[in-house]
C-alpha cells in the first residue's frame, strides 16, 4: 500500500512562488510513476506534471502547456519525496493540489493513478 501525504500549499500574490511536497511511503513507491494533479472548483481535475521512476535516468518528465517553463517537478531517489516548484502564479493556478502514484503509463491522465494524496490547496491573488 502506498501513502501519500502533500504540503507546502498556500496564498500567495500573483507573480509569486510556492514549492509543494509530497512525502511518499510504502513498498515499491521508487518503481511507481509519480505527478501532480490539481482541481478547481467546478472543473475537472487536471494533470499538471508526471515524472517516471528514478531508475529511468533520474526520472523522465512530462508537463501540461499552461504550465511549461513555470512550474518543476522532481523526486528525491533517497526518499521518495515528490516536489513542485511553482513560480510565476498567475490567478488561474487557484486549487487544490494532489499527489499522485501509479504503476501505469506515466501520463496526466487521473485514470492511470491507483493511490492519491488528500491534496494541499494554493491560492494565487491578483
Known amino acids: 500500500q502506498v501513502q501519500l501525504m502533500e504540503s507546502g500549499g498556500g496564498s500567495v500574490q500573483a507573480g509569486g512562488s510556492l514549492t509543494l511536497s509530497c512525502a511518499a511511503s510504502g513498498y515499491g513507491v521508487a518503481s511507481y510513476c509519480m505527478a501532480w494533479f490539481r482541481q478547481a472548483p467546478g472543473k475537472e481535475r487536471e494533470g499538471v506534471a508526471s515524472i517516471t521512476t528514478v531508475a529511468s535516468n533520474g526520472g523522465n518528465t512530462r508537463y501540461t502547456d499552461s504550465i511549461k517553463g513555470r512550474f518543476t517537478i522532481s523526486r528525491n531517489k533517497t526518499d521518495n519525496t515528490l516536489y513542485l516548484q511553482m513560480t510565476n502564479l498567475k490567478p488561474e493556478d487557484t486549487a487544490m493540489y494532489y499527489c499522485?502514484?501509479?504503476?501505469?503509463?506515466?501520463?496526466?491522465?487521473?485514470?492511470?493513478?491507483?493511490?492519491w494524496g488528500q491534496g494541499t490547496q494554493v491560492s494565487v491573488s491578483r
Open positions: 499522485a502514484a501509479g504503476r501505469s503509463w506515466c501520463s496526466l491522465s487521473t485514470s492511470h493513478y491507483a493511490y
